[in-house]
């Protein structure tokens, strides 16, 4: 594929891209939205729910009291129409009486006659009504289930009414009522047949319920306290359906309508995008090609100064070896004239004539190959590179001392020529400043530890003003015939992007140094 065709392919991904982000985020906008209105259609159900439940309590407990009292005074009827203070009836009598009155009022269950402790009593059973008598015994559900009207200090009337008629009128098309008594029993429930309130919750919301008074449980169940005994108001599983089936209709056709418009909208809105990265894709791939020109531009120049550089290191080494060479063919010249030239004398002149030639081969070998381009990348160890760039200028270090302190045998992958480039380029500067400032001791140290290799001179460091400039391109502090000011910037280029390490100078009490923090 080729590059135009890959850049093409990237654009046509950024268009979808975009415009698939423009759907999403148009689809979470709506989604939010529909989320809230959800939230607040369900909050205002639930209060809805329980302000409709606090009104019809009370209205229940007036309406309870009222027929309560109804009862009382049908009892103090029969007591003020067939009892007086002295009366002493017999079961006969009572039994007309209490059977008609039974019979006239569906709603009461047991009527009863109760003196020294012992009852007569008529109570229905289906749809017959039977009389009996026997050993009073008080109820625990007395003061909601019957209603008491003295006759005398021994004696009173007692009638027991269907709790259905107490709460005959309760709506429930909103919620449920449960009547309990103090140890959970159910006395009373218009929705289902059930003993005990342990049996319909967990135990944990079942005693919440028996220790709360007046207060709503959870959302959906309201606790009321009537003489003892709990109310229990609970919403209608049914309503509750309905609603939840309602809202998540209106979800359903809220998103239906949100993804529509999230398509709609993420289409015409990326529109306006794609004309402004249409835009920024050109800016930027003219500004790439432009660094990419200049760093080309830049590595050509730092080439051209290595070059110069490698001229100058082999004229250093070759300075020696090409005066031996003249002093031996100067010998050789006067040999020649004195006529002592012998085979003994012509060998030992081949001798030692070869040896610098050969020093001379040597040395334009070790320049070729240090600065020879690396094709692919290769394992190589750290104090070799050093060594091998020691050995290249070894005729610029003559009168420095050079001190080594290696440690751990770093190995790293990468081009070697390159990392070769970058260690030359700060011994050069480090040699160049120490010859500058006329320094008399020389010395540059060499450390290796861990992942870290130091570069220090004694030449007094770097002014305050410009080190965080020497690392800028065209940046030097040389003569322009001695310096470039593109060896250091092109050195901070290959330890971060090519080895993806860190380059960074200091100072120190003698002079500088150059950090290089490998990232192994």
């Not at 015939?481 to 092109?490: K, N």
Request: charged fraction near 25%.
């Amino acid at each position: 594929m080729s590059v135009v065709q890959d850049i093409r392919l990237k654009d046509n991904n950024y268009r979808v891209n975009i415009t698939l982000a423009f759907i999403f985020f148009s689809l979470f906008i709506i989604i939010t939205v529909i989320s809230i209105v959800m939230f607040y259609w369900t909050k205002l159900s639930t209060e809805n729910f329980q302000n409709r439940v606090l009104f019809e309590s009370k209205n229940i407990i007036s309406e309870f009291n009222q027929k309560r009292d109804i009862a009382i005074n049908s009892a103090k009827g029969i007591k003020n129409g067939s009892f007086i203070k002295s009366f002493n009836t017999n079961e006969q009598f009572l039994k007309v009486i209490f059977k008609t009155f039974l019979l006239a009022n569906k709603d009461f269950l047991k009527i009863s006659y109760v003196k020294d402790k012992h009852e007569f009593f008529c109570e229905k059973y289906n749809n017959d009504i039977f009389c009996n008598n026997k050993l009073y015994m008080p109820t625990n559900n007395h003061l909601v289930l019957s209603t008491d009207v003295n006759i005398s200090k021994e004696s009173f009337i007692q009638i027991d009414t269907n709790l259905k008629y107490f709460f005959s009128s309760i709506p429930d098309d909103i919620f449920k009522l449960l009547v309990l008594d103090d140890r959970g029993t159910v006395l009373y429930s218009n929705f289902l047949k059930t003993t005990s309130i342990f049996d319909m919750f967990n135990h944990t919301l079942a005693n919440d319920i028996m220790q709360q008074n007046n207060k709503f449980i959870t959302n959906d169940i309201y606790v009321k306290n009537l003489n003892g005994y709990k109310l229990v108001f609970i919403q209608n599983k049914n309503l509750l359906i309905k609603q939840k089936e309602v809202a998540r209709n209106l979800a359903i056709s809220m998103f239906i309508i949100a993804l529509v418009l999230s398509v709609v909208f993420g289409y015409f809105f990326s529109k306006p995008l794609y004309h402004f990265y249409d835009e920024l894709d050109r800016m930027v791939k003219d500004e790439i090609e432009k660094n990419r020109e200049k760093e080309q531009m830049l590595m050509h120049q730092s080439k051209l100064a290595a070059l110069g550089e490698m001229l100058g290191n082999i004229a250093h080494q070759w300075r020696h070896p090409i005066t031996r060479l003249s002093l031996l063919v100067q010998n050789f010249e006067m040999a020649y004239k004195m006529q002592k030239l012998d085979d003994k004398f012509v060998e030992k002149f081949k001798t030692k004539a070869f040896e610098q030639i050969n020093y001379m081969s040597a040395t334009i070998d070790d320049f070729t190959s240090f600065f020879k381009k690396d094709k692919e990348k290769q394992k190589f160890y750290v104090r070799e590179v050093i060594e091998d760039a020691l050995k290249l200028l070894e005729g610029r270090i003559k009168n420095i001392e050079i001190i080594k302190e290696y440690g751990t045998k770093i190995e790293i992958n990468g081009y070697k020529t390159e990392f070769s480039q970058v260690i030359l380029n700060i011994l050069n500067n480090a040699i160049d400043a120490l010859n500058e400032k006329e320094i008399k001791n020389k010395k540059i140290w060499i450390r290796i530890k861990n992942n870290l290799i130091e570069i220090e001179d004694n030449a007094g460091g770097i002014p305050e003003e410009i080190k965080d400039k020497i690392f800028e391109p065209y940046f030097t502090t040389k003569f322009q015939s001695q310096g470039t000011g593109i060896g250091l910037y092109m050195s901070k280029i290959i330890i971060t992007k090519h080895f993806n390490s860190k380059l960074e100078v200091e100072n120190s009490k003698y002079g500088a140094i150059f950090k290089i923090i490998l990232n192994i």
